[in-house]
């Protein structure tokens, strides 16, 4: 079924708590594991249509922000979904203490009980207000950059159809472009210094009543980080400092030298040939149709998955007015169906969408077996595991895409995987610190990450940006306003698909196979568990980040475009 046909119904609260309730008891008391087991079943039917009523307006609503019928229904779902959360608290609470754990564990999986501990561990009802004000928050956030309309070049754009002009070879154009996207964090800066504010308050609020020292203890709570901490997350920062940064740092000589310019600026950093970035070699049609021969040539599992979301429109690509910014994947359990949102701005971008949303849609896709909720989805740093290994994976198609740019793309999206690690350990470093002082002023918190950024970033140059210069580049990162403490992930991951970058290479067959099996088993295992299932080496393990950025540095050494 297409998209577009798909039921949209508000769900009636009091009704599904009765109902919910009366199972929710009945797998308490239930006197076999069958008979719980059937229960669960039924129950897990009733949760699905409900994920999936979220999951349709949360769709709809990001694809036209303007649209007053899907606002209505966010603002239902923000006030509602802690309700909800409380439903399944007390499901929650069953399954825990039920006499036929084990048989649970045969059936779901031990990370499932993970899942549900952490869950427990991370609600209770007297935080219900608290996160009703959270989810409130987060929507203001999205809407604010969504507000964005700006004049330029002749049009009205939002900050994703600047993106364009901010990669243009005419640095007058970067400069101009650049000047516009900021001028708008600048001039909002006193509503995104304020909404940040109260998140960090209300998530603090929600941390003590929870119990915990602080909201950091929560935050990895929340993230399902079942089998690694924050002191062995610290341990691989310290790795990645000692041998990632110094990388990152010679790539951004290489490409100041390349593009001639004997100071990269903030301006700059995106643009890596003077002739011009790769770019895609036509619109977005032309794009789909090169995808459909791309993962009809994959493989038979990626022809079935992409042909399933092109015959039930489970992609809205292209940006316009009123649609939210960014992309993503979500999973809609009562279609069995993944969708895939995002903003195509005529980039190489448009691309890695392409390819890093569809290792999560395709990862959903061959797991849809599995009907329990929470493990639809693994944790967040395996699931990026899957759609950062799908960019690499692909690479043998991208001529497809970018014809006589094809080498520009593959050295700078390589040498963009080393970059980005350093950023992502900013990212995760100042939400520790915020976290951990939350009493620190606006100026404070915009003082530390300007400090992050000197010592992971030291390339950095603001040059006639003082909101930049003063540490404003966090407004426009989304997950510390919406999803605290979800970017560490992106990092680890990144260590896991360069090793599949390396394997594709070296064993085709075996590296996709490996890729294969860390897709069907959904989000039944660990982040750990899923390495070892891949055959891969996990983050933390010393050794592991020097061995990988030898073999990469090696790649750039040799295969730098001029």
């Known amino acids: 079924m297409q998209f577009s046909k798909f039921e949209y119904t508000r769900p009636n609260y009091n009704k599904d708590k009765k109902e919910i309730s009366k199972l929710v008891n009945k797998i308490e008391l239930s006197s076999t594991y069958s008979e719980q087991k059937e229960n669960i079943d039924k129950l897990n039917k009733l949760r699905n249509n409900i994920e999936s009523m979220s999951t349709i307006c949360s769709i709809r609503h990001s ?40 048989n649970i564990i045969h ?108 909201f950091v203890e929560l935050g990895y709570i929340r993230m399902k980080r079942t089998d690694y901490n924050s002191e062995m997350v610290k341990k ?68 079935s998955f992409f042909n399933f979301m092109l015959e039930n429109e489970l992609m809205d690509l292209v940006t316009k007015k009123g649609k939210a910014a960014g992309g993503y994947c979500t999973y809609i359990p009562n279609y069995k169906s993944p969708f895939i949102f995002s903003n195509f701005n005529q980039t190489s971008d448009d691309i890695d969408v392409l390819t890093h949303e569809a290792g999560h849609a395709f990862q959903l896709y061959m797991s849809r077996w599995i009907e329990m909720p929470e493990i639809n989805f693994p944790t967040y740093e395996s699931c ?3 759609s950062m290994s799908m960019e690499f994976i692909t690479w043998p198609w991208m001529e497809l895409f970018f014809k006589e740019d094809t080498e520009k793309y593959k050295f700078t999206h390589l ?26 002023t606006k100026e404070e918190r915009k003082n530390a990450w300007r400090e992050l ?49 390396k394997k594709i290479r070296e064993n085709k067959e075996e590296g996709w196979t490996d890729y294969l099996n860390i897709c069907k088993v959904g989000g039944t295992k660990s982040f750990l568990e899923i390495v070892n299932i891949g055959n891969l080496k996990s983050p933390f ?6 061995s990988v950025i030898k073999t990469i540095e090696n790649w750039l050494d040799k295969g730098e475009v001029k």
């Not at 303007?66 to 006030?79: A, G, L, M, N, V």
């Not at 935080?127 to 009703?132: S, Y």
């Not at 990212?427 to 002082?437: N, P």
């Not at 426009?476 to 599949?500: M, R």
């Open 63 to 102: 694809i036209n922000t303007e649209d007053s019928f899907y606002e209505k229904e966010k603002q239902y779902w923000d006030e509602y979904s802690p309700l909800y959360e409380e439903l399944n608290a007390a499901f929650y609470n069953v399954i825990i203490n039920s006499k036929f754990k084990e």
């Open 107 to 214: 059936d779901y999986g031990k990370q499932f009980i993970s899942i549900v501990e952490y869950s427990l561990k991370a609600f209770s009802k007297d935080i219900i207000e608290d996160l009703q004000e959270e989810n409130k928050l987060c929507s203001e956030y999205t809407k604010l950059l969504a507000s964005a309309k700006i004049n330029f070049e002749g049009e009205v754009r939002n900050l994703s159809g600047l993106g364009t002009f901010m990669l243009s070879s005419n640095r007058e154009m970067r400069i101009k472009a650049s000047e516009a996207y900021y001028g708008f964090f600048e001039q909002n800066e006193e509503k995104f210094d304020d909404l940040f504010d109260k998140l960090v308050k209300v998530r603090v609020t929600i941390a003590k009543k929870l119990g915990f020292n602080n």
């Open 236 to 303: 691989f920062r310290e790795q990645v400092l000692e041998y990632i940064v110094p990388v990152a740092s010679k790539l951004y000589e290489r490409q100041g030298r390349r593009i001639g310019l004997d100071q990269l600026t903030y301006v700059d950093e995106n643009l890596e040939f003077l002739s011009g970035n790769a770019t895609p070699k036509g619109d977005s049609k032309y794009i789909i149709e090169n995808g459909k021969k791309m993962y009809e040539e994959l493989s038979k599992e990626t022809e």
């Open 384 to 386: 990026e595991i899957h």
């Open 415 to 440: 040498s963009s995987a080393i970059k980005f690690i350093p950023y992502g350990i900013v990212v995760d470093e100042f939400q520790h610190e915020v976290y951990e002082k939350p009493n620190m």
């Open 453 to 501: 950024e000197k010592k992971y970033l030291p390339h950095k140059n603001y040059e006639g940006c003082e909101f930049l210069e003063k540490g404003g580049w966090w407004f426009k990162q989304g997950h510390i306003f919406k999803n605290p403490f979800y970017y560490i992930d992106y990092t680890l991951a990144q260590i896991c698909a360069l090793q599949f970058w």
């Open 541 to 546: 393990e010393d050794g592991c980040v020097e």
